[in-house]
T-cell receptor
Framework: KQEVTQIPAALSVPEGENLVLNCSFT??????LQWFRQDPGKGLTSLLL?????REQTSGRLNASLDKSSGRSTLYIAASQPGDSATYLC??????????????FGKGTLLTVNP | GAVVSQHPSRVICKSGTSVKIECRSL??????MFWYRQFPKQSLMLMAT?????????EQGVEKDKFLINHASLTLSTLTVTSAHPEDSSFYIC???????????FGQGTRLTVV
């Protein structure tokens, strides 16, 4: 059974700092890994999706890396801003399951960027 | 990205009553929709998967008679919490995807409070 762990559970940083969020998964047979942002009481917004054959994806100040064999992914946020404050979730899609694949989510990292 | 609309965003109901939550894909046809439940500081837990025109597939431990899911059209799925109790209070999120190999998009979530 796939398990996804995110460390740290919470992180508080001053504005402008670069930071790294970690995600690990127990079963390396994944199709892709996705990072989401969730604001309090809101749904999920997809940030980056990395296919299993890729090593990293970039979007603006965000960079996500994937080391499938070791079961790890990191989300790097450059020059953090107060508006980045949110919970960041990672989710993996299995390599199997066909059309009824199910995402497995971590518990998330609650990020607070202080002005 | 594609838009998934979930309604209502918040609902308070009395114990013993039923509540219906709607999930609509606004700009694509969703062949598959997913319903998740999220407790505070916890990851999203998949409740059920529904394919248009067929019965939903429920995850282990989810009572199908309590959480009724209908996916009658390619743009609408509903989750009805029947005979709600305070322990059903939670954040419910839907997601929808257009096809088996497409990315799923998430609704804004519904905060259900049963008093």
């Amino acid at each position: 059974k796939q398990e996804v762990t995110q460390i740290p559970a919470a992180l508080s940083v001053p504005e402008g700092e670069n930071l790294v969020l970690n995600c690990s998964f127990t079963d390396s047979a994944i199709y892709n890994l996705q990072w989401f942002r969730q604001d309090p009481g809101k749904g999920l917004t997809s940030l980056l999706l990395i296919q299993s054959s890729q090593r990293e994806q970039t979007s603006g100040r965000l960079n996500a890396s994937l080391d499938k064999s070791s079961g790890r992914s990191t989300l790097y946020i450059a020059a953090s801003q107060p508006g980045d404050s949110a919970t960041y979730l990672c989710a993996v899609r299995p390599d199997s399951g066909g059309s009824n694949y199910k995402l497995t989510f971590g518990k998330g990292t609650l990020l607070t960027v202080n002005p | 990205g594609a838009v998934v609309s979930q309604h209502p965003s918040r609902v308070i109901c009395k114990s013993g009553t039923s509540v219906k939550i709607e999930c609509r894909s606004l700009d694509f046809q969703a062949t598959t929709m997913f319903w998740y439940r999220q407790f505070p500081k916890q990851s999203l837990m998949l409740m059920a998967t529904s394919n248009e025109g067929s019965k939903a597939t429920y995850e282990q431990g989810v009572e199908k008679d309590k959480f009724l899911i209908n996916h009658a059209s390619l743009t609408l799925s509903t989750l009805t919490v029947t005979s709600a109790h305070p322990e059903d209070s939670s954040f419910y999120i839907c997601s929808a995807r257009e096809g088996p190999h497409r990315t799923a998009f998430f609704g804004q979530g519904t905060r259900l409070t049963v008093v």
